[in-house]
């Protein structure tokens, strides 16, 4: 819970602040701890309307996200086009994933053809959630695509795969844009897709695929490539030049020539700690027996040669997958 | 596990057991660490047939699950009416594994006595003991009367499409599916929601957009818009998913309290690398320089580490929903 919540103090009965038409108390309550009260205020400031919305626009500006969003669905609820210009702002400041979807679809609500261009924008966003929001908030609003780009990035934002691959080629280069997806569920769906389709511009996406972080892309990419014009000879290369995921070998070694088994127990050995703490333990003794750089003469030659068996079993750790 | 296994190392002679008609022998073998002698004990037993059976459900009350486990299964082959009783209390046993087993033995017992028994089961919290059950009642023949019955059966046996056919009749079923433990089961079961279309689903959906999976979260969003769930409230929903994100407090106090593990709780490798840098320079200035001066030196660069790991981590990106 945010401290401001425990200075904060509401009003005993939300429901009498509708009586007395108390914008600002009940945009407080936005904030409000509880869900239902959250829910409540939300719903009562729809109720006031109109007379709410210079507030619940200036209510977009605050830090607390809970009474931005609640402000975003109060806003959305009234239905008054004057608020799309603030909410068109709102969206380039807005930080977090869930009010920006938020934004999207009080945008769609207000029903302001303004906020149309912006919408079709993120189409193409890289973040599926805005996608869907954008396609479904442009539903919302009766937009109809103008072009066949359109018709295909609205599509692709409703995940309406059937469809896009239908669409053949002409499909490719929107499923291109959107094959770098945060997601590897979506970034596998579009890599398979570019293989249905078989066009060589997926060639591209299909290459990144194959070094991709994920191994279910990297499998979803192998069985597209040979469709998407990719010669099997070249699939190892890119495969081996993926970004490998493991421990990094590197500092496995490093880990364990200073101090000698905290390199193994950073690549998941449990009695690294244990070699670790021996380790430590006969070095100062060694140090307290004869003077405080002798010992690291004598222990570094070892570690050295252990840390570079560490580098080579973190090597052989991060190549699998 | 039998003592036999442990100390003499060899495997013991089942056949001749079988010929002695060691009932008690072959029982205690029931619970061996080998799957082979166990089936092959529960083989001996069930070609025994009625005779063992008492002596068996005595046996059950031991409190050793490999055991109990054993017995189910001699119990199963064997067939007899008289195990009903005690495979029935079985199916409500703790153990989620005794349960898939004494499902799995009810539906070797012939005449429909374990009918009812397995029509509980059908709706057991865990899949394996879902599917054994309705195995074994397809086994007996049964056909559900119900919608409700039939759509609890195509759970059980995984059939999603016959699921999906039901229409609104599966809808309480799937909702319940939401809160499987298994992620891909309510992945499943929120796809299953949407294909329907039905607005009952609603509030479950909405319910799933918190879901600790990624996946079950994108589904539910898909199938939210199939079930007509109003988009302004599925960011509120969204917001519910539990966040990973590291605290910055926490971050800084360690990195100040004890620098370099504040980096090591974010993740970073070198962390425990600067962690032990810092003692070992702690230990040598403050024999040095002194208790006041190692202090003095030492306490301005942990602010820095102290902010520096604050910041980084209020700097992080959040994990998209």
Redesign the interface.
Known sequence: MPLSDLLTRYPADIRNLYAVRDVPTLIRFMGHPDPKNRTIAVDTLTDIGAPAVPALISALRSPR?YVR?GA??AL??IRDPASAGPLITHLQKE?????L??VI??L??TGSPEAIPCQVHLLSDN???LR??AA??LE?LGWEPENERDRLRYRIA??DWDAVRKAGPAAVPWLCDISQD??P?IRSRVISLLGEIGAGEGCRACEAGIRDRDPGVRWASVLAAMNCGITPARMPLFLASRERTG??PA?AG??NF??LG?GYN?IGKWWGFPVFMAYMSVIVLAQLATS?FLPYLVAYPVTAFLGLHTYYLARRISDQG | MVPQDLFLGRTPDITMLEEECDIPALISHLASREPDIQVAAAEALARMGSPATGPLIAALRTRKRARRLGIIAALGQIGDVQALDALDGLTKDQSSEIRWQACIALGQIEGGGAVPVLLFSLRDRDKYVRYASAVSLNKAGYVPETDDDRAWFSAGMQDWERLTALRNAAVPVLTSLLSDPDADLRRKAARALGAIGSSDAGPALLHALGDEDRQVRWEAMLASQMCEVPSMLLPRGLCRRPRLRKNPLVAGILNFLLPGLGYGYLGKWWGIMIFQIDITTTVWIFKYYGEANTYGILFPLYIILGVHAWYITKKMPEEPP
Do not use: Q, T
């Open positions: 996200s969003l975003i669905e959305a609820g930080k977090h994933s869930e009010l979807c938020a679809f009080a769609g609500e973040a599926k959630y869907l929001a479904v908030s919302r409703r995940c945060p997601d569920a421990p990094n500092a490093i880990l200073l101090f905290l950073y405080p």
